[in-house]
Structure formats: structure tokens, C-alpha cells
């Protein structure tokens, strides 16, 4: 059976007399992938910082596993485009904030061996090549085994290899810990291949929500279903 890990009721974000989100309803499941693409300006970080509880709503609810959300949510993790390594520290202690606990060093270790870092444990981040630093950040994130990835444009800076790449770690990553996740991507096509469900943020509203192509390989359906969002995200609001 499923369990409906996010559900967002009605939700309103304002700044201001600038309406970002306007009625949002939205349901997602333990264990889903789902991809938020759409312009500039749409309310993708938006919605993102009020499902980590980084912000409060307007008006409206977010329930996370049956309970309503307040203040931050404590079994989610976001990862941001840029890593925000601590550069004083070495990419362990990143991991631990520099805790002497052996266990959670271990951990940390451990982690960094999944994101195939293990040989840079004691480097500071300014070694690092930008996937690796992203890299870091993702064990990071992980370190608290959150039940909830949030990954904001993660990947929007890397160069195409390195982003194909880490596209396919964190395809694994979240596969082997059924974590819940939501991708921003600009990247129709990645949103498209890693997620489950693909949802276009058009206007502070979920305009289109269509099947992804995580567990799919036909590639004129892929082809499709990347048309689609795109000419949908393009097309002029009334
Ligand atoms: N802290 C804030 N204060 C005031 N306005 C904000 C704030 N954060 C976001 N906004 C506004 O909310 C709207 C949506 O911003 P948001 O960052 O959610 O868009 P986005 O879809 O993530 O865009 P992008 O793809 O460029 O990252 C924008 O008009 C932005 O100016
Ligand atoms: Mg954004």
C-alpha cells in the first residue's frame, strides 16, 4: 500500500501584492520522484521552501505523513545548486560539522565512499571539482537519512558529462533509500527521465502534471512526453 507522504491543501504564498503560488493542491507519494520545471519566476523555489519549511504559508496547508507541517520540516533535506561547503573544513567534517563521534564519522565515511569521494575525506572543498563539491553536498544531505530529498537545480551548473553522471547517482541514490523526492530542473529532459511524474510550474500553478519516464526506456515516449512539457511551458498565459 501507499502512503501519501506530501500533501499540499490549498496553499497561498504571497510577497507582498506579488501572489507566487495561488491555490496549490497537490499529492505526493512515499517513495515518488516528481520533477518541477517551468520559466523563471514561476514559484518553483517557492513551493520547494514551504515544503522544507523554510517558509510559512499564506493561507493553506502542508501535511508531511499525516501531519500538518510547522516550522521546519525535519525529515526533508534540500541541496541547492551551489553546494555551501563550509571551506574552513575538510569534506568529512562538512559531513559531521566536525563531530568527534566515531560513529557518525563512520557514517559519513560511508557515504562518501556511495558518492565515490571516499579518497577525498580529508580534502577541503576548494580541491574540489564542482561535481565533487555537489557530490559532498549530496552525502551531506543524506547524512540525517531524511525521508524527503529536495533538489533545488543541483545539477544546473555542471558541465553536460559530469551532469549526466550525477543525474544517474542520484537516480540510484533515491531508488536504494526510497526517498521521497522533488527535482527543479530547467532541464526538461532530465526532469522528464528521473522522475515519476512531471509537474510544470506555470504562474504559481501546477499547470501540467504528466507521467515521467523513470522506470520507462521507449524512447518516442520519452520524445513525447518532453514535447509536451516544453511546448506547454512555452506556450503563452492567457
Ligand atoms: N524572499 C522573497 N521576497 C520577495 N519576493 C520573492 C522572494 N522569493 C521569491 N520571490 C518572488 O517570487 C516569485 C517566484 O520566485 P521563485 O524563486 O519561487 O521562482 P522559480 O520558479 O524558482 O524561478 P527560477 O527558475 O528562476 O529559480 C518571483 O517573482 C520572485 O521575485
Ligand atoms: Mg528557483
Known sequence: MTETKIQLQHVVKAYGDNVVLKDINFEIQAGEFISFVGQS????????????GLEATNSGDIIIAGQQLQGQNQVARVMFQDARLLPWMTVVDNLTFGSKDAQEKQRALALLERVE?????????SSLSGGQQQRVALARALMSDPEILLLDEPLGALDALTRLKMQQLVADIVA?????????????RE??????RVVAVKDGDLGLIVAGQRHQTDRLAIDQTIDDVQN???AESE
Open 41 to 52: 519566476g514561476g514559484g518553483k523555489t517557492t513551493l520547494l521552501r514551504l515544503i522544507a
Open 117 to 125: 569521494l571516499g579518497e577525498k575525506a580529508d580534502a577541503y572543498p
Open 176 to 188: 536504494e533509500s526510497n526517498l521521497t523526492t522533488i527535482l527543479i530542473t530547467h532541464d526538461v
Open 191 to 196: 526532469g522528464v527521465l528521473l522522475a515519476d
Open 232 to 234: 506547454f511551458i512555452l
